[in-house]
């Protein structure tokens, strides 16, 4: 449920019908024709044609409309001069998206009323000449990897990343230590030695339970929402594996560290947001300071995001994200030996905490003979 919750949110993809606010001071065709396409436009809608500024910023205020547009009084007057008048555009940015959408669809219907008055100006006779004056350099605008410029092509498939990471260290952080008197990661018994059957062990149950749930959240889900998914699966499934790996390991090493489960949850959920902000999604990596970037390296998140998005939005093969695909088994290998560690350290612990009880119970045994005797 946690992939499809968030892929639910964003479904809409784009941010439609922004509701604004409009100052018309010409109350002219020409305005009114300027206000009728910006209407008519499918990510702005017009809720209210106010009498002054004042009026229209407290619909702001208000949170009715996201914008104003503001037409000045000399705006046919000058435009039937020939002089250049100015559209006055302003946006609440606390939300980007609603500045984005309101921005464009001004631009866009300046530049076809332009490209009107420029035609009816010209005096042309044929309507490639029409064209010509409308568009003297011909342009083409094509989105790469993302053709509907969604928010949810953006940002999901980073996400799903990330939910696999979260997921398995909450649920190895809180398992970890519930199964023992002591609290200890391995309880002292004769089918608990073995360091390295022990951290394979767990490594491995933990790996056939996230591979069917790695094909769950980044084969069908995407599927479900119809994101974007141009990537080869072999690719895919190749560059998941150590991902998983590192992962698993990571997750291990951290459930060495957090002693309560309530401790693990308040401490993962509070990382998430941050590791998406330092994986170079959300901000630029390029823009990123180098402490940062460099302490992103850490979390196997960093690269199974890069890597992910470039075979599965970006169409590239496994070859091109071969920087991402040796660090991650490089983590995988590095978080294995702290693991080892960990799990060293806590059949030490164990052992000892386990002497100290049998001799407190042999301790108990003999006062109980002696006081019976």
């Known amino acids: 449920a946690y992939p499809l919750l968030y892929s639910f949110i964003y479904t809409d993809e784009v941010v439609r019908e922004v509701p604004i606010a409009v100052v018309d001071e010409s109350h002219t065709t020409m305005s009114r024709e300027y206000l009728r396409h910006v209407d ?40 039937s001069k020939g002089e250049q008048v100015e559209v006055g555009v302003y946006s609440d940015m606390s939300g980007m998206l609603y500045y984005k959408s309101i921005l464009t669809t001004n631009t866009n219907v300046s530049l076809a009323m332009n490209a009107r008055i420029k035609v009816a100006r010209a005096g042309n006779t044929t309507e490639q000449q029409d064209l010509v004056t409308q568009h003297p350099i011909a342009y083409e605008e094509v989105s790469l990897y993302n053709p509907q410029n969604g928010f949810a092509s953006f940002l999901i498939p980073a996400v799903l990343i990330l939910i696999i990471q979260q997921t398995l260290l909450l649920g190895v952080g809180i398992s970890a230590r519930e199964q023992n008197r002591f609290r200890e990661l391995t309880p002292f018994d004769r089918h608990h030695t073995g360091l390295l059957r022990i951290v394979l062990s767990k490594s491995s149950a933990y790996m056939l339970v996230y591979i069917p749930i790695s094909v769950y959240i980044l084969g069908v889900v995407p599927r ?84 992910f998005l470039k075979i599965n939005n970006m169409g590239a093969h496994l070859p091109s994200v071969s920087h991402e695909w040796y660090v991650l088994w490089a983590q995988a290998a590095c978080y294995f030996v702290t693991s080892c560690l960990i799990y060293r350290r806590s059949i030490i612990t164990s052992r000892r905490r386990f002497a100290v009880r049998y001799n407190e119970m042999k301790q108990k045994m003999l006062e109980k003979k002696t006081w019976q005797k």
């Open 40 to 79: 008519a436009s499918p990510d702005v809608k017009i809720i209210n044609y106010c009498a002054d500024m004042a009026e229209a910023e407290r619909c702001i205020k208000n949170r009715e409309a996201y914008g104003i547009v503001r037409v000045p009084a000399d705006f046919s007057k000058r435009l």
């Open 224 to 307: 479900i929402f119809h994101l974007n998914q141009i990537g080869n699966p072999v690719d895919m499934a190749l560059f998941i594996v150590p991902f998983l790996l590192a992962c698993t390991f990571f997750a291990m090493t951290v459930s060495g560290v957090i002693r309560q489960r309530e401790t693990c949850i308040m401490i993962i959920v509070f990382t998430s947001l941050p590791l998406l902000f330092i994986s170079g999604v959300s901000w630029p990596g390029a823009a990123m300071p180098k402490f940062w970037k460099a302490l992103s390296y850490l979390f196997p998140s960093t690269l199974g995001i890069n890597g």
